[in-house]
């Protein structure tokens, strides 16, 4: 599933392609495409036709595109393999494709939803009440993002000191921050040197400090590449896809050396997923440092 940097990265091609631009017609080819939205397809294509879209916007893995009217904004779930594309208009519809929105400036460029699994979609809901960026009432509960300027540090590392947890888990909370997936996870306790069962009672300020530097730095790293791709299911609005996978340092590199000392990588199941870990850089500890 796409992770904050994948999501960003969407984020910006939205950005710069269709914000500003005011919705001349939407077609709903697939019902599952809106289920999130109360009022069917129908209703979404009537409500969001004849909308100017804003600036798009991001909490964690979360993006949204505010309309001019401040008070309803359209929620994207990528999902497992949702992909937001603009495609010129005359292009052969995708496999895929779940919704097209058309523009009336004569650009001659379309927004389309492509979503082979059907798992994600689009959907519309107003927005908190006060909210600047136009955060749908939906996601109000989703903690800030270790990118946004408005996360608090301190407060986050009071909430690890007291959350009887462990540390992966806590990195994937998204009440606690927003954004990291298991990939990313993974990658940053590598850095940190710490063992994804380290419970959060154990860190020190300076310790989840350290953690958090990591968390920006892989992010940030994955951000300038364009994400993570293994398939052909994310891409970015130009049907690019990423590739940071080539950078990675733990996931997925079960029995390959550790970057760092040489032991084997190890992988384990983990929550339904995987844990990839160095057996000796990142021993299991239940002391603080």
């Not at 495609?87 to 496999?95: L, R, S, T, V």
């Amino acid at each position: 599933m796409p992770e904050l940097p994948e999501v960003e990265v969407v984020r910006r091609g939205l950005e710069r392609w269709v914000a500003g631009r005011t919705v001349a017609a939407v077609e709903v080819l697939h019902p599952r495409a809106v289920r999130r939205h109360e009022g069917g397809g129908a209703d979404f294509a009537a409500r969001l036709t004849g909308e100017t879209f804003g600036v798009p916007r991001r909490r964690g893995k979360y993006l949204w595109l505010p309309l001019e009217d401040r008070e309803h904004s359209v929620l994207g779930h990528l999902g497992m393999s949702g992909q937001l594309l603009v495609q010129p208009e005359g292009a052969p519809d995708e496999k895929h494709l779940r919704i097209r929105v058309r523009f009336g400036d004569g650009a001659g460029t379309e927004l389309r939803f492509v979503d082979q699994r059907t798992f994600g979609g689009l959907s519309l809901h107003p927005c908190v009440p006060g909210s600047a960026d136009g955060l749908p009432d939906v996601i109000a509960h989703i903690a800030r993002d270790p990118l946004d300027p408005l996360f608090d540090e301190t407060a986050y590392h009071l909430a690890l000191r007291a959350k009887r947890t462990t540390v992966k888990r806590a990195l994937l909370d998204q009440s606690l921050i927003s954004g990291v997936g298991n990939i990313y996870a993974d990658e940053s306790l590598w850095r940190a040197k710490l063992h994804y069962e380290r419970p959060t009672a154990t860190l020190t300020r300076p310790r989840s400090t350290e953690l958090l530097g990591h968390v920006r730095d892989v992010m940030n790293e994955a951000l300038a590449v364009g994400g993570t791709s293994f398939d052909s299911l994310y891409v970015n609005v130009n049907g690019e896809s990423g590739y940071f996978d080539r950078s990675l340092d733990a996931y997925g590199r079960e029995d390959e050396p550790c970057r760092r000392c040489g032991t084997p990588m190890r992988r384990r199941p983990w929550m339904n997923r995987s844990s990839y870990f160095c057996p000796r850089c990142q021993r299991p500890s239940r002391a603080a440092s």
